[in-house]
């Protein structure tokens, strides 16, 4: 089966991002939200998007306009049933995928891929609440934000992936403009796998007196030529997504190095979630682009 159309679930920052790039790489895309606000809010964003690349050349306004008629909004799941392949960008609740998924089974054609945008979520789990004829035709597909941008798609595939979906999916990747590395179910994946416990380790760091906010960012930017500093990565990530995503990591593997620390965990109680919320390690209410470090003791 040749992927032609694509379904998009959810237009949230990553929905919108990943409905944008199918559609620039040639795709008919459908996006379906719960409301017409959200769709229109979402699809604002995406214009937003698309007016950049224009200014910048990166695009003409031909391309900019082909690429909006590629799309289409829905708030039903009926407009999605004849798509090749759907993606999944919802929130990040077990139970509430699962809820989806099961829904989607019931309406969608047999041919239909299934793949999950999740960063952390078993694949597995959300499978499950399908057929075991889709089962072999359901992945993940972990895009990076912002997703128009970032050139990696973690392609991730269960114990019961059909082979031939599996090389399908990849090659949709490539499709995309994306550079697809392959992943099996483990949770956190290949990057949250690295990523987290480094993060979580840099939390450490600074609630044992190793160094300082700043410090501890500008050693790891000048020491080892990152592009952040692991407190400035945290923020711009969001610091109750990390938390989520180690409370998963943890409950799965058991081992303290993916165990949220208690500074982290205040912090999110707290409503300290980094630049979504002005407040993070660092403030940024004041002056989002030289922003202060939080007195945090």
Not at 10 to 27: E, K, P, W
Not at 92 to 112: G, V
Not at 117 to 136: H, V, Y
Not at 250 to 258: A, G, I, L, P, W
């Amino acid at each position: 089966m040749e992927i032609t159309k694509v379904g998009v679930l959810g237009c949230g920052l990553m929905g919108s991002g990943i409905a944008q790039v199918a559609a620039s790489a040639g795709f008919k895309t459908i996006v379906r939200e719960v409301s017409e606000d959200l769709l229109k809010k979402g699809f604002a964003g995406i214009e937003k998007s698309l007016a950049r690349f224009a200014e910048k050349g990166s695009i003409t306004t031909d391309q900019q306009k082909e690429i909006r008629d590629r799309l289409q909004g829905a708030t039903s799941f009926a407009d999605l049933n004849d798509c090749d392949i759907i993606i999944e960008a919802i929130i990040e609740n077990l139970d509430e995928k699962r809820k989806t998924y099961a829904e989607l089974d019931r309406i969608c054609k047999p041919e239909t891929i299934f793949a999950s945008n999740t960063s952390s979520i078993s694949i597995t789990e959300m499978m499950t609440a399908t057929s075991p004829e889709r089962q072999a035709r359901f992945i993940g597909m972990h895009f990076f934000n912002p997703v128009p941008l970032m050139k990696l798609v973690e392609v991730i595939r269960t114990i019961l992936t059909d082979e031939q979906v599996y090389e399908q999916a990849i090659e949709f990747g490539k499709r995309l403009g994306k550079v697809p590395v392959r992943a099996g179910d483990k949770s956190g994946f290949i990057v949250n796998r690295l990523l987290v416990p480094y993060l979580l380790d840099a939390i450490r760091a600074l609630e044992e007196g190793v160094g300082s906010i700043v410090d501890i960012d500008a050693a790891m930017k000048l020491g080892c030529g990152y592009p952040m500093g692991p407190f400035t990565l945290g923020d711009f990530v969001g610091l109750d997504t990390t938390y989520y995503i180690a409370e998963i990591m943890f409950n799965e593997f058991r081992e303290k190095r993916f165990a949220p620390p208690p500074l982290l965990k205040r912090m999110v109680m707290a409503g300290l979630y980094g630049r979504k919320s002005g407040r993070g390690f660092y403030d940024y209410t004041k002056d989002p682009k030289n922003p202060t470090p939080m007195n945090l003791a």
